[in-house]
């Protein structure tokens, strides 16, 4: 397949607003208008922040809705862009997880993918009633769930339903398998109660370093050593802001960076590289936007790029040469976007880097990788049966 | 004094695992594909229809030891299913059906929250409580929990929806808290969590609370913690028996009598013209008893293959090989008494004469509404005139076009006879239904005023 370069932007939801399903509506729709590869959502299953001390800070914000369900509901009012939650997968149900992604992958035709996340926060554990994986367990269990998920999705063939009237069976069993996956701390016997996704396995993003079978791993691309602009900043990050000057210095790390991931890598995983950004727009220039504390910047220890929509422009472009594609985290989500939309999209498609994905893409056709086939089709075609075939096409 | 005329409503269910649907039939689509949900789904608000419902089971079903073929399979998670949905639909009400015992309470009203905020406070919780280990086998908690501990478990997993759901204040306005809510811990003999409410609340205040189970444990399991029953009885004279039981139960539960509300699930069979009726019945019958699921239907009593089983004649003379059946054919066949049962369907057999396909088709289907729209809407008058049930979740034996009658040709008819309404009354689910606040959000003072009125109710 050809290699393309995606461009992935996260729509954390701001849930200021009393109608969260209108707003998320809204800035899908208007992803999809703009062009991009795909969306994704963040989650955090606790209060943001909710650490020690968190208790009695007024003006805190609400948490997110789940991800997925986010994801979920604008599966049906959009047909190109890819659909990316955030999943918690530590603690949850590894059964529960896969159906709900097989059901984002089927009610959105086939764009669904998932950033696995292993999250030490111990609020996480506590709501499940559990304490916290020591660091040294918590990716091989993320490992575990990955691979049980994995499983739980294949145990339908994809012809499984036959609906033959001639002996009245829906399915054909031979065609439906149990999973049987065992791990250290969890079983999952299968079948799944939902067939095969349209993608037969939705995307799977990770963290480089992980055990679990990747489809695409997500590196930040960071400035450290930086002073940071403090004053430009929410307290509570620790971005460092890229200008047009820091083009070398950014292009050289994340060449650095991929090329040291894609020695440890099995060959063909993706690897997408996570920057924040801010761009001028409106007369209005990036840092001033990002000085204004109501437009709080989303992007954790990431490099923020800010500058005219030609700055990005130039820096994707460059990066298109190394990585597969970019997560953006739009320092404010509207009018970053806009520019995405109006500037930054045409311009990488004008260099020739990039292209949208068409209505009815699947996300592994946008992202340029292959159905993968389902690991219990145990009998090969039978080449009898294709040669009958050729025949019957040759008449 | 004259008996005020009630409204009927109608909810569907959505079945996704059964011999109901009628899936060899040309008209009948995918049952899997999104498109099919959609459609079913804006027909039924396009017909005013209160509910979208769906079922939910977390093994696929065995027969005798294999996966079973003959039945429709392959559901969708309902919770992310319905948030798919709920951008497609505007008012009808979400309801999911989800297991109290292989979810973790936070997390499960985390998401049931979610939905909720998402569609604009439209989003319920059928509460079903299967426990048997085969299914556990899917779960990282298995088989924990004995059956008999189902409801006390289930109204543990309840009570921390509700902490999660009432953490936050309603003036937590604009995505804003004053105070982000304290963490709260809930230690129980089956619990041990620390939560804290981080989402607005809904429109609706927290998502409706249905209930599936028919046990007295069940029933009272209801009438202390559920807005809506849904119960299997549909007909007007177990209706009656129904209702009264739950409205007493209700009572002592220190309720209003009309606080729960009752949707039987039902299955309606529209024909043009009254002469076409029984042929069409027989037709559904047929396509939903197949000669092979009759077969396998008295397999899964007898507990042994019976290769030589001809469905058309009498039943095996001798007894089944197990004293009770097992829990891998779904709620609806668990735990019967197999011997006592068989020879109970013998004796029935030979008194009506019947082969195994006519037994099996008595035994395991609905007797449902069947006629032409006036005739069934005739069936339902009494229903609205005594108010034993509050509505019907209709069974569509066809998907996707099942509702296509009841909605093009029925509710008009409804609609005519002032027993059902011709818009929806609220936006929210709990408007539509006619529920009143939240139970935990009621002060003791609501609940005595609205005793008079209720008492009213038959
Ligand atoms: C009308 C009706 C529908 C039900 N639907 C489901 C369902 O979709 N999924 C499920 O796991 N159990 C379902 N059940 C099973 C009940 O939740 C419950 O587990 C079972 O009836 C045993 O409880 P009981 O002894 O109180 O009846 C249903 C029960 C009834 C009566």
């Not at chain 2, 949905?85 to 059906?97: D, H, M, N, P």
């Not at chain 2, 088709?361 to 009494?382: C, H, K, M, W, Y």
């Not at chain 2, 935990?440 to 109710?457: F, G, L």
């Amino acid at each position: 397949m050809s290699r393309t370069f995606a461009v992935i932007v996260e729509l954390d939801d701001d849930l200021r607003t009393d109608a969260p399903a209108s707003a998320i509506v809204r800035v899908a729709r208007a992803s999809e208008r703009a062009g991009v590869t795909a969306v994704s959502f963040e989650d955090h299953p606790t209060a943001p922040g909710a650490g020690a001390g968190a208790a009695s800070r007024s003006g805190a914000r609400f948490g997110r809705l789940d991800a997925t369900l986010r994801a979920a509901s604008v599966a049906p009012i959009t047909s190109s862009i890819g659909l990316i939650p955030v999943v918690h997968a530590l603690y949850n149900e590894p059964f529960h997880l896969a159906t709900q992604l097989a059901t984002l992958d089927t009610a959105s035709l086939g764009r669904a993918g998932w950033i696995a996340r292993a999250d030490p926060d111990p609020s996480i554990a506590a709501r499940h009633g559990r304490g916290p994986l020591p660091a040294s367990a918590a990716d091989a269990e993320l490992a575990d769930v990955v691979e049980a998920i994995r499983g739980v999705w294949d145990t339908w063939e994809d012809d499984a339903v036959i609906r033959d009237v001639a002996t009245g069976r829906y399915l054909d069993r031979t065609k439906v398998h149990y999973a049987d996956f065992v791990g250290d701390r969890f079983s999952v016997k299968g079948p799944s109660i939902i067939p095969r996704p349209p993608q037969g396995q939705p995307v799977v993003f990770g963290e480089p370093g992980s055990a679990a079978e990747l489809d695409a791993v997500l590196l930040d691309l960071t400035l450290p050593g930086r002073d940071r602009p403090a004053a430009h900043l929410n307290a509570s990050t620790d971005s460092t802001i890229a200008g047009a000057a820091d083009l070398p210095e950014l292009l050289g790390r994340a060449t650095e960076a991929v090329d040291a991931a894609r020695t440890r890598l099995a060959p063909g995983t993706l690897i997408v590289v996570q920057l924040g950004f801010a761009l001028d727009s409106a007369g209005l220039s990036a840092l001033d936007r990002l000085a204004d504390e109501r437009h709080h910047t989303r992007a954790d220890a990431r490099a923020i790029v800010t500058g005219d929509p030609s700055v990005l422009v130039d820096l994707l472009t460059a990066l298109a040469r190394v990585a597969d594609g970019v997560r953006l985290f739009p320092a404010s989500l509207e009018p970053d976007l806009d520019e995405l939309g109006r500037a930054v999209l045409p311009g990488l498609r004008a260099r020739g880097v990039f292209h949208s994905p068409l209505a009815g893409d699947s996300l592994r056709t946008s992202l340029g990788l292959e159905r993968p086939t389902n690991r219990f089709e145990s009998v090969a075609p039978d080449p009898l049966a294709s040669n009958a075939q050729t025949l019957e096409a040759a008449r | 004094m004259s008996t005020p005329v009630r409204r009927i409503q109608f909810g569907v269910f959505f079945q996704g695992v059964n011999s109901s649907t009628v899936w060899d039939a040309p008209e009948s689509g995918s049952q899997t594909d999104f498109e099919s949900f959609r459609r079913l789904a804006q027909t039924a608000e396009r017909g005013l229809f209160t509910a979208f419902f769906l079922g939910e089971g977390l093994r696929l079903r065995e027969h005798l030891g294999r996966l079973h073929d003959l039945d429709i399979a392959g559901r969708p998670d309902a919770i992310t299913q319905l948030a798919a949905l709920a951008s497609v639909t505007e008012r009808i009400g979400l309801v999911a059906t989800q297991n109290t015992t292989y979810n973790d309470p936070i997390d499960l009203a985390h998401r049931l929250q979610s939905l909720d905020v998402l569609s604009g406070g439209r989003a319920a919780w059928n509460v079903v409580t299967t426990d048997n280990a085969w299914t556990g086998e899917n779960f990282r908690r298995g088989g924990y929990l004995d059956h008999a501990d189902r409801y006390t478990h289930a109204a543990d997993v309840i009570a921390i929806a509700r902490r999660v759901w009432d953490a936050v204040p309603d003036n937590a306005a604009d995505g804003l808290l004053a105070v982000l809510p304290d963490p709260f811990r809930y230690d129980t003999a089956y619990y041990s969590v620390e939560g804290r409410g981080v989402l607005p609340r809904s429109t609706q205040g927290h998502p409706v609370l249905f209930q599936a189970g028919d046990s007295a444990e069940g029933r009272d399991f209801a009438a202390r913690n559920a807005e809506v029953i849904f119960s299997a009885h549909a007909q007007l004279e177990p209706a009656t028996e129904f209702a009264a039981d739950i409205r007493a139960r209700t009572l002592a539960a220190g309720r209003p009598a009309d606080d729960l509300k009752i949707f039987p699930g039902q299955e309606f069979i529209v024909v043009d013209d009254a002469s076409e009726t029984e042929e069409k019945v027989r037709w559904v019958r047929e396509h939903q008893i197949t000669p092979q699921t009759a077969v396998a239907f008295v397999e899964q009593l007898w507990g042994a293959e019976l290769p030589d089983l001809d469905p058309d004649g009498p039943l095996p003379s001798f007894d089944p090989v197990q004293s009770i059946t097992g829990e891998t054919r779904g709620a609806g066949f668990r735990a019967t008494k197999a011997v006592e049962t068989a020879r109970a369907w013998r004796e029935l057999s030979q008194e009506r004469g019947w082969s195994i396909r006519d037994l099996v088709i008595n035994v395991s289907t609905r007797r449902g509404f069947a006629g032409t729209a006036s005739q069934i809407a005739d069936e339902l008058e009494p229903f609205a005139r005594t108010g034993v049930v509050d509505g019907f979740n209709i069974t569509p034996w066809l998907i996707p076009g099942g509702l296509d009658d009841i909605v093009n040709k029925l509710v008009p008819e409804l609609q005519e006879r002032g027993i059902y309404w011709t818009d929806y009354p609220g936006d929210t689910l709990r408007e539509n239904l006619g529920l009143r606040e939240p139970l935990t959000r009621r002060s003791a003072a609501d609940v005595v005023a609205t005793v008079p009125e209720a008492a009213t109710v038959p």
